[in-house]
């Protein structure tokens, strides 16, 4: 299994501004992913981000909001935007792995975002 | 289209008592399943997964699962709770080989001494 690190892993933010937050890998892989889940509910995809190309943005999330970055095949960025206080949640990166059970997908620790 | 139903947001035992979560789902196609066990403050960690082998799934910390097509359910179980079984659990959902995950509304755990 791939062992995955954010950065921040909590932050309080004012409104208005914007927050990075980093994922690291320790393995390269294709495809990442960016989770938003919000107080008290389940995990919803933002994003897909592979290496050499634009995100792939899911329904009702837009890169001025959430732009991405993926400069190599270990390393993802996600910046929250002009934030508000419905942007609180935690933030999770996840990668995709293939194993001899088939696929599945890893998660990193998370980054509870407060804004204030 | 894929999607999880748990039943019950909220699921509380005694330690040693059987430990049951309900996950229904709704697959156009044949689906992987997934569940994920997310401790306070942590991200979240793989139990087991069902991806068309055999249906009685056995995952970590004693945990197993089992497909019924017929029902379109895979519930969770573990005979014998214990304390450090306190955690939210996450049922969910993919086609086969695809990264689209669909999880479900999750089910806290609580155990009681």
Redesign the interface.
């Known amino acids: 299994?791939a062992v995955?690190s954010q950065k921040p892993s909590r932050d309080i933010c004012q409104r208005g501004t914007s927050l990075t937050i980093q994922c690291q890998v320790d393995s390269q892989v294709t495809?990442m992913?960016w989770y938003r889940q919000q107080p008290g509910?389940?995990?919803?995809?933002i994003a897909?981000a592979n290496q050499g190309s634009e995100a792939t943005y899911e329904s009702g999330f837009v890169i001025d909001k959430f732009p991405i970055s993926r400069p190599n095949l270990t390393f993802s960025t996600l910046t929250v935007s002009n934030m508000s206080p419905e942007d609180s949640s935690i933030y999770?990166c996840?990668v995709?792995g293939v194993t001899a059970?088939?696929?599945?997908?890893?998660?990193?620790?998370?980054t509870?975002l407060t804004v204030t | 289209a894929q999607s999880v139903t748990q039943l019950g947001s909220h699921v509380s035992v005694s330690e040693g008592a059987l430990v049951l979560l309900r996950c229904n789902y709704s697959s156009s196609v044949p689906p992987?399943l997934?569940w994920?066990v997310q401790y306070p403050?942590?991200?979240?960690?793989?139990l087991l997964?069902y991806?068309?082998?055999a249906t009685l799934v056995k995952g970590i910390n004693g945990f197993e699962a089992e497909f019924k097509k017929s029902e379109t359910s895979f519930h969770l179980t573990k005979p014998s709770a214990h304390m450090s079984d306190a955690a939210e659990y996450?049922c969910a959902v993919?086609p086969?080989?695809?990264?689209?995950?669909s999880?479900?509304?999750?089910t806290t755990v609580t155990v009681r001494a």
Do not use: C, V
């Open positions: 299994s995955i495809m992913f509910q389940s995990l919803t995809l897909t999770l996840s995709e059970g088939g696929y599945e997908q890893y998660f990193g620790p998370g509870r | 992987y997934f994920y403050n942590q991200g979240l960690q793989l997964k991806t068309s082998a996450f993919s086969p080989n695809d990264y689209k995950l999880f479900g509304a999750g």
